[in-house]
């Protein structure tokens, strides 16, 4: 590699990579030392200059500069060091601490600097870019990103974000939803893994992606006229999300399912036709949990320990099997969402207990 196809490497790499070119030439140095050391077997104290210009590379070997009083110490090394004295001899203006230097540059060091500096560079350049794209998506945990679905494997799916890929685990994706390679996806980063490599975990799945999607989806939540005060969810089946207005003249349910339902439906459909119910937030517990269970109605709740998150629900026939939903869908997520333990109650045994239940209207 001569000197111009060196300088043309570093720009294609500084364009390409987005790396400082001062990290590729610190790079080199480094590499261009250790390779002159081991094949030529010198001691410490050489030292690599790049003209960052011209591209030419060549290497010193220097001699420092002592106080008189080291040259009669063990530490004194008559082949790195002079003495200020003998220094001043041969150069009157010089100081403890200056260098004298010869060049030593070999005439095939340009054959043997490129084959061993070669990986030693790729490395140096490989952690540069790392540092670069972790700066580029440190910040990115918890967020929503876009990206191309590049490659699949048995177990994961990998998105291309451009710098990077990502990785989107099957499990992690909504159940029965077909992903092919080329699509556009919109996932979830769960946790950014800064170790021997960078690993950025997505998921499709993760309540907080629902979040997400309404904040993209919905306005008045970017601006927080709308506040989402929680987000369950059983992925693929159902979600529900709480949600409140902090001016009396906006309705939050309203505001999210849009004029004609045309914004609750693109969220539908982002999460392929996974049900999704709004529910209003209420301060007062009581209210909140009754809501969190619609669509079952005309509930009676009791807070039986505050401190315990626990409460009673007593339902008619009409709403019980409502109120616990599908598989125990909907009684199990009005308990993520109100992190309230449930225990639901029949009119029957209500009356058995000795309350005298009555449907609220």
Known sequence: MNSKEFLKAVEILTKEKGLDKEVIFDAMELALTSAYKKNFHSLNNVKVFIDKVKGDIKIYSFITVVEDEKKDSEEFNPETEITLTEARKIDKLKE??????????????????????KQVVLQKIKEAERSSILKDFEDKEGEMLLGTVELEDSDNYYIDFGRIKGLLPKNECI????IKIGQKLKVYVTKI???????ILLSRRHYNFVKRLFEMEIPEIMDGTVLIHAVAREAGVRSKVSVESTKANIDPIGACVGEKGIRISNIIKELHGEKIDIIPYDKNIERYISNALLPAENLSVIVEDDNKNEAIIFANDDNYSLAIGKKGINIKLAARLTKFRLDIKTQKEAEEMGINFKNEE
């Open 193 to 199: 893994i800064s170790d021997k490599s960078l690993t």
């Open 175 to 178: 159940p029965k939803e077909v």
């Open 96 to 117: 403890v601490g200056d260098t004298f230097d010869t060049e030593v540059t070999p005439k095939d060091f340009g054959r043997i600097a490129t084959a061993t500096a």
